[in-house]
């Protein structure tokens, strides 16, 4: 069985920084891609960015430029630097890998049970 926990959510003032990580854990033999999510009150679960195992990159309009995706193979872990913060960013972030390969099966669309950024004005 695999699992997926967030960390480094908080409260941070608009134009502050806070970065998230993600930690798969469980036999793990690799991952395919992983991103992060957020879903704000009352709003649907949008992207927000994703990385493949060969680093390449992909961010949701809203947050390019400000946002930076990373991930560390070795460790399992994928992360979510987040510059220049807006109260719209108020959202749970969650983590997620499309393709979890252990030695056992392969595990498909896992998710955290996310973390809470709140950004005041």
């Known amino acids: 069985q695999v699992q997926l926990v967030e960390s480094g959510g908080g409260l941070v003032q608009a134009g502050g920084s806070l970065r998230l990580s993600c930690l798969a854990s469980?036999?793990?033999?690799?991952?395919?891609?992983m991103a992060w999510y957020r879903q704000a009150p009352g709003k649907q679960r949008e992207f927000v960015a994703a990385?493949?195992?060969?680093?390449?990159?992909n961010y949701a309009d809203s947050v390019k430029g400000r946002f930076t995706i990373s991930r560390d193979n070795a460790k399992n872990s994928v992360y979510l630097q987040m510059n220049s913060l807006k109260p719209e960013d108020t959202a749970v972030y969650y983590c997620?890998?499309?393709?979890?390969?252990?030695?056992?099966?392969?595990?498909?669309?896992?998710w955290g049970q996310g973390t809470q950024v709140t950004v005041s004005s």
């Open positions: 997620n890998a499309d393709q979890i390969a252990t030695i056992a099966t392969t595990y498909f669309d896992s």
């Open positions: 990385i493949t195992s060969g680093g390449r990159t």
């Open positions: 469980g036999s793990i033999f690799s991952i395919r891609t």
